[in-house]
């Protein structure tokens, strides 16, 4: 059993930046793929971002690409999300997932979730 944990949530104006951490409570962190999705209010979840078990490859969603970076640090067991530029849009509940297959898209593909962090963009 995996728990993952997010933290750094917050209210922040437009163009502010925040920056989300993922804390995973396994032993065998550096097995899974981790990713990054959002949920706003009366949408369903929406991939943000995901990377490689090792780190060195990464994908983003159009929305987010060259405003936000997904990166891990696996002696740490922890994935975070640096935001920068936020835009109201971006305004949702994070959660991050890990998957014992290969980085993916979907929310299918992930195994387990976090309890979620609210991020706030005011204008």
């Known amino acids: 059993q995996v728990q993952l944990v997010e933290s750094g949530g917050g209210l922040v104006q437009a163009g502010g930046s925040l920056r989300l951490s993922c804390a995973a409570s396994v032993r065998t962190f550096s097995s899974y793929a981790m990713g990054w999705f959002r949920q706003a209010p009366g949408k369903e979840r929406a991939f943000v971002a995901t990377i490689t078990r090792s780190g060195g490859t990464t994908y983003y969603a159009d929305s987010v690409k060259g405003r936000f970076t997904i990166s891990r640090d696996n002696a740490k067991n922890t994935v975070y999300l640096q935001m920068n530029s936020l835009k109201p849009e971006d305004t949702a509940v994070y959660y991050c997932?890990?998957?014992?297959?290969?980085?993916?898209?979907?929310?299918?593909?992930?195994?387990?979730w976090g309890q979620g962090t609210q991020v706030t963009v005011s204008s």
């Open positions: 997932a890990a998957s014992l297959q290969a980085t993916d898209y979907f929310p299918t593909a992930y195994d387990y």
